[in-house]
């Protein structure tokens, strides 16, 4: 299975943009890139999802890099409520396999 | 009331004792999983199931068994419980996702902390 790198750790100031990168140099071509964040205390949730082109919802955007070995998830201001650890993760299009979590970034931010 | 609920949410027990953790959903979802979170580890597959007839080991599969005994409801068994089961334990479900509104996406409980002496 394709696997992601991240960097174990990063920080940011309140209210400023936060890029948190993500290396999948093995993805596949039907592999949708998905991204997870664990507050404390609380059990992973969703926070966006996309295949091949830029994506962008209420909480975050996805920018996927034009050969899709790599992505950034984009939070445009970050508040104290986002410091959390942020999973990227491989999934295959067929769904036939589960989603498998690597160790993902620590996000603190700084007010 | 919570999509995903998982009973207990906290367990203390003693070596060689059998543990259930239960995990029922609302969300009409055909497919659960139980991930394990250690600190520093991130979360680790236990088990999954994509059906109501189908169970399959994920990384970390020694030493536990699940049962799913309807579509809503998936449970996690130590059958002798070591110390180094201690953990925090998560169940979740999800779609089959890739089809339309299908997503795929993980819907996860509040969590079981399992401390065994």
């Known amino acids: 299975d394709a696997k992601t790198t991240q960097p174990n750790s990063m920080e940011s100031n309140e209210e400023e943009p936060v890029h948190l990168p993500c290396n999948h140099s093995?993805?596949?071509?039907?592999?949708?890139i998905h991204w997870y964040r664990q507050l404390p205390s609380q059990g992973p949730e969703y926070v966006i999802h996309?295949?091949?082109s830029n994506v962008n919802n209420r909480m975050a955007s996805l920018a996927i890099a034009e050969d899709r070995k790599s992505s950034t998830l984009i939070l445009h201001r970050a508040t104290l409520r986002d410091a959390a650890v942020y999973y990227c993760i491989l999934r295959r299009s067929s769904g036939n396999t589960p989603l498998v979590f690597g160790k993902g970034t620590r996000l603190s931010v700084i007010a | 009331d919570a999509d995903v609920t998982q009973t207990p949410r906290n367990r203390i027990t003693k070596t060689g004792k059998r543990i259930m953790l239960e995990c029922s959903q609302t969300k009409g979802h055909d497919r659960m999983y139980w991930y394990r979170q250690d600190p520093g580890l991130g979360l680790r597959l236990i088990y999954y199931s994509f059906d109501v007839k189908d169970i399959n080991k994920g990384e970390i599969s020694d030493g536990y068994s699940v049962s799913r005994q309807a579509q809503a409801k998936f449970s996690l068994s130590l059958e002798s419980a070591i110390p180094n089961q201690t953990a925090l334990y998560f169940c979740?479900?999800?779609?089959?996702?890739?089809?339309?509104?299908?997503?795929?996406?993980?819907?996860f409980g509040e969590g079981s902390r399992l401390t065994v002496l």
């Open positions: 093995t993805i596949s071509g039907t592999d949708y």
């Open positions: 996309g295949l091949t």
């Open positions: 979740a479900t999800s779609d089959k996702g890739g089809q339309g509104t299908l997503t795929g996406e993980l819907f």
